[in-house]
């Protein structure tokens, strides 16, 4: 999928809060919870430990206008101040991306996942047909954000994770939106 002029990151309201684009001012909060274990072995690209500059450069990336994907901070403050989690879509080819996520540890297990996912789906800001997401298979609770929001396994595979410094057994989930 490719935009044709400027494309503009859209704020999407949530459950209790909203998806909105990163800001440089939410390096601290993010490089504060990528930087635990828990998040960054629970996906393929995060390091851990977490070297210096790769929060900044991160952030860089999520602002420049020639990414590939869209990062949304969850952000259930009045003031757009705080970072409760991040989800993304990755641009592929033929109408399709795939989807990302992570929330605080500290939240785990309280339906902010589910809700920026359903969010997320629901505003397609892509204009996606197919949504996909993989989840590593020692997390189930991830694999059940997908199925929530209608996603539906269509195989195994693996994939290498940074922090891990292996690979690791995933499950593939498939939505449809069209």
């Avoid at 044709?4 to 684009?21: H, K, M, N, S, W």
């Avoid at 309280?110 to 997401?133: E, I, M």
């Avoid at 195989?155 to 292996?166: H, I, K, L, M, Q």
Wanted: aromatic share 10%; proline share 6%; charged share 20%.
């Amino acid at each position: 999928m490719s935009f044709v002029g400027t494309y503009t990151q859209p704020v999407i309201e949530a459950d209790g809060f909203v998806l909105r684009p990163v800001r440089r001012e939410d390096g601290g909060q993010i490089g504060l919870y990528a930087g635990d274990a828990r998040i960054a072995k629970g996906t393929s690209a995060i390091p851990h430990p977490l070297p210096p500059g790769t929060t900044e450069n991160f952030v860089e990336r999520c602002l420049a206008e020639d990414r590939t994907e869209d990062v949304w901070v969850i952000d259930p403050s009045e003031d757009r101040s705080q970072v409760l989690g991040l989800i993304r879509l990755t641009r592929m080819d033929r109408e399709q991306s795939e989807i990302g996520y992570w929330v605080a540890p500290q939240l785990w297990n309280n339906g902010f996942a589910s809700k920026a996912v359903g969010a997320l789906v629901a505003a397609n800001p892509q204009a996606c047909r197919t949504l996909f997401g993989s989840v590593f298979q020692d997390n189930p609770a991830s694999a059940r954000v997908l199925t929530n929001a209608g996603f539906e396994y269509i195989g195994d595979a693996e994939s290498y994770s940074v922090a891990r410094d292996t690979t690791v057994p995933t499950w593939t989930y498939i939505k449809k939106l069209d």
